[in-house]
């Protein structure tokens, strides 16, 4: 699977004759051209992908991961690998997700807190890592975690979250060809913000399930405990599957903004990878496996 | 209410630049205040004529109006504390002009998450008297309704004084559910509002104690 793999149909964003902070309030509009069903996806400006973060461990605020993960140290940095594996050990980040495999997919990505961006990420498929580690026949789930260091992370200091920072994903959905362990994104090397110097992105969940900043891979046979699901387990679940059928107890997840636009478009089941994702899930309630 | 507050008001009261203050107060104190309240819609008004408000300028204008709206709420119900405890009467109209503002500005939140949901009336109407976290804010609005209706000096003489005052208890109900909903906005929840809750607790509690308060205060003085 090489570039475009998610079906996105991408146009590059096209010069405007609005004044910036016009543009900025208005959006870019036209978001229906071209008379398609669907709206157009344009790719999400670098500056807003690289400054409207959510990243706790450096604050709350969108724009508190720009203003302080600049003294996260990313170089070295090692990802420890344990649990039911055939190769387990420490590793360097050049080693567990090799440069020259680095290929570039652009996808979507919906946060849940209803916003979302498309971004031209640069990354591994997880499958061919996890290959490479050769997981026991007992491994069921791999779970991450993100560095824990209050002195680099000052938001791990107010207990907004059970730090560090946990997420999993079943192995089936590991091993799928879309999800991705990125290292850069438009050519160029993850920002601390984004997660430096290695974070999941997994396309048709929810964005929290996108761990940044790995630190450790564990694979085990039950299935991890999330950070999320730890805070508010009836808002937060496990899989975190893109569903516009199925609402946040507090708000409406039908809807989304894209960053750049104005107003809302519709969202979509598994954020328009059903094609690719949606037999992963055959036979399960997902307003109950939510 | 406590003998060094009196020293404190008498020895203010004295001071040599006192009557210009207490002057100034008198004629512009309102106008002053007005233009103080008005700072932060300025300020915001600024960030979005800059691009400054960030990659989603309504959706942040909406918090920043729901936040300014929620400090004025908490500033009108910390008057009559203030006054209670402190002995400064010349801060009782500042109430009216607080509680106006509050609404002011809660209006310009519901404004500002109309434009965040693109003036797309099913989605602005979607959940509003289903879920906890809208209904909770849309009757804080409505709730400030009659609030502001009311608050002409006409008004408060059309319904009397002892009708007025009970009305105006509503306050209460707004600044309850304000926070309420204010609670429940963010995918962390309470955390970002944990400090406006505690004050309001504060100033609630204080009128619950208070009359029991002056009571014993008074007792000793016979």
């Not at chain 1, 229906?32 to 400054?51: F, H, I, N």
Request: proline share 6%; charged share 20%.
């Amino acid at each position: 699977m090489a570039g475009a793999v998610a079906g996105v149909g991408v146009s590059a964003g096209r010069a405007s004759a609005m004044p910036a902070f016009l543009e900025r309030l208005l959006g870019r509009g036209g978001s229906r051209e071209g008379g398609s069903a669907l709206p157009v996806d344009t790719q999400t400006s670098y500056e807003d992908v690289t400054t409207y973060n959510n990243f706790y461990e450096f604050g709350l605020g969108k724009g508190d991961p720009a203003k302080h993960a600049g003294r996260m140290v990313t170089r070295p940095w090692h990802v420890e690998v344990s649990g039911e594996v055939a190769h387990p050990g420490i590793y360097a980040v050049d080693d567990l997700v090799p440069p020259r495999d680095v290929v570039e997919r652009i996808y979507r990505m919906r946060c849940v807190e209803a916003w979302s961006m498309v971004i031209p990420w640069n990354g591994v498929p997880l499958g061919d890592i996890i290959r490479r580690l050769k997981p026991t026949s007992k491994a069921k789930f791999v779970a991450f975690e993100t560095l824990y260091d209050p002195e680099q992370m000052p938001g791990q200091k107010s207990p907004v979250l059970d730090w560090p920072y946990a997420e999993g994903l079943r192995m089936d959905e590991a091993m799928h060809p879309l999800t991705l362990i990125s290292t850069g994104l438009y050519g160029k090397d993850l920002l601390n913000q984004n997660g430096a110097p290695l974070r999941l992105v997994v396309p048709w969940k929810y964005g929290f399930k996108n761990i940044k900043s790995i630190v450790r891979m564990h694979f085990m046979e039950t299935r991890p405990e999330t950070a999320w699901e730890k805070s508010a387990p009836h808002e937060y679940g496990f899989y975190a599957n893109v569903n516009p059928d199925v609402d946040h107890p507090r708000w409406s997840q039908k809807r989304e903004h894209r960053i750049g636009e104005f107003g809302q478009r519709p969202t979509l089941m598994f954020n328009g990878y059903g094609e690719e994702v949606a037999s992963l899930y055959t036979g399960m309630d997902l307003a109950r496996s939510f | 209410m406590f003998p060094w507050i009196e020293a404190f008001n008498a020895r203010v009261a004295s001071l040599s630049f006192f009557p210009i203050i207490a002057s100034i107060h008198k004629r512009h104190g309102q106008k002053l205040l007005s233009l103080v309240c008005l700072l932060p819609l300025l300020g915001s008004v600024a960030e979005g004529l800059m691009g400054q408000l960030g990659a989603r300028p309504w959706f942040r204008a909406m918090g920043e109006m729901g936040e300014i709206a929620l400090a004025m709420l908490i500033a009108c119900l910390a008057i009559t504390p203030l006054v209670q405890a402190f002995d400064w009467k010349f801060l009782y109209p500042w109430r009216r002009t607080f509680g106006l503002f509050a609404f002011f500005y809660a209006i310009l939140h519901v404004l500002a998450r109309a434009m965040d949901l693109g003036l797309d009336l099913g989605a602005i109407m979607e959940g509003m008297f289903t879920n906890p976290f809208l209904l909770t804010g849309f009757l804080a609005f409505l709730v400030m309704v009659p609030l502001a209706v009311t608050s002409t000096k006409k008004m408060m003489a059309t319904l009397g004084g002892k009708r007025w005052r009970l009305l105006h208890k509503l306050t209460y109900v707004a600044a309850i559910l304000a926070i309420a909903h204010a609670l429940m906005a963010g995918k962390a929840g309470y955390i970002n509002f944990l400090p406006q809750a505690v004050i309001l607790a504060i100033l609630l509690l204080w009128r619950l104690v208070y009359p029991t308060l002056r009571k014993a205060m008074q007792k000793p003085q016979g």
